[in-house]
């Protein structure tokens, strides 16, 4: 049986939400979708994510929302982080952070294993993202029967690092963050099926989902500027990773952009 997911970038903006609202169930019967991660981070309104966005994106056929560096802009998500099985946080914040890094969640008998984890290089500086992941595949070895990591990074070496000492490790490996999909999907030599960057599901014309004039005023001036979302046409980016149960690994990858 093949078990197809789909990925999607960071989702930019009230409009980006009311896109996969009005559209993901329907892009989720059209190409057999059985299992549908997001990342959310961006997703409320004044950016970050909030319970209004993330109950959104669960409602209209996301199975599993990760996040990243604005995770905990809305004080409001730490106890959501806490209840919600869903939803993950980068796994390398401080022990005693709200929520979890890794979940295991249920779809068609099999047990999907979500991680998240941020980057170090032009980022908080936090634990470790290499220990963090082989800390995390320990905790939930045994308990799972496909892996999924997003990387929230900034740097590509970064990421294609990760994706080199994880590889055969982990199933699925995508990065977030930058908002700009990258062009190079591949199935990895031992198995694991790997991309730099989902891309963003946000406004097309802004600046990584945001105003363009914010950014321009913010980069010309270096004075303070209050960053709203842009209002313009929302494109989704992602990918599709199909995994075959029989063979146990993903034998196929391809970039989705709608
Ligand atoms: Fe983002
Ligand atoms: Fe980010």
Redesign the pocket.
Known sequence: MIFRILALG?VAGPNAVKRIKEELCGIRDEQNVDFVVANG??SAASNGIDIQSANTLFQYGVDAITT???TFKRREIREYLDYTRGIVRPGNFPPDTSGRGYTVLYCKNLRILVMNVLGVIYLEPLACPFHTVDRMLKGAEGKYDISILDI?AEATSEKIAMSHYFDGKIDIIFG??THVQTADERIMQNGTAYITDLGMCGPDDSVLGIKTENIIEKLTTHMPVKFDFSENHVTLHGAVFDYDTDMKKVVRVERFVR
């Open positions: 960071d981070e961006n990243g560096n604005h929230h977030t963050h």
